[in-house]
């Protein structure tokens, strides 16, 4: 079993910045896609960034490319949202997930929420 802890939201003025964390713990997988997601009032939950097992590859929505960084640190088994420029449409949940080889991001956190207020 993996477990998924976010933290490092919270409130913050619109062109401010945050820092995410995800700490994984339990079965650590060496080679999983790690994500982020995030999830408004009344929205799906929807794709914000996701990291290669070996920091190689990010990948990002276009609503938050220039303005989020994903990075990973595997000594801690940690992974980072590093949020620059925030705008109210970035206030959601956030979720951390973890997708095995061939799995599908099966693992999530219980999520951290981000307010951006104006």
């Known amino acids: 079993q993996v477990q998924l802890v976010e933290s490092g939201g919270g409130l913050v003025q619109a062109g401010g910045s945050l820092r995410l964390s995800c700490a994984a713990s339990?079965?650590?997988?060496?080679?999983?896609?790690m994500g982020w997601f995030r999830q408004a009032p009344g929205n799906e939950r929807v794709f914000v960034a996701a990291?290669?097992?070996?920091?190689?590859?990010?990948y990002y929505a276009d609503s938050v490319k220039g303005r989020f960084t994903i990075s990973g640190d595997n000594a801690k088994n940690t992974v980072y949202l590093q949020m620059n420029s925030l705008e109210r449409e970035d206030t959601a949940v956030y979720y951390c997930?973890?997708?095995?080889?061939?799995?599908?991001?099966?693992?999530w956190g219980q999520g951290t929420q981000v307010t951006v207020s104006s």
């Open positions: 339990g079965r650590t997988f060496s080679r999983s896609m």
């Open positions: 997930a973890a997708a095995p080889i061939g799995m599908g991001y099966k693992y």
């Open positions: 990291i290669s097992w070996n920091g190689s590859d990010t």
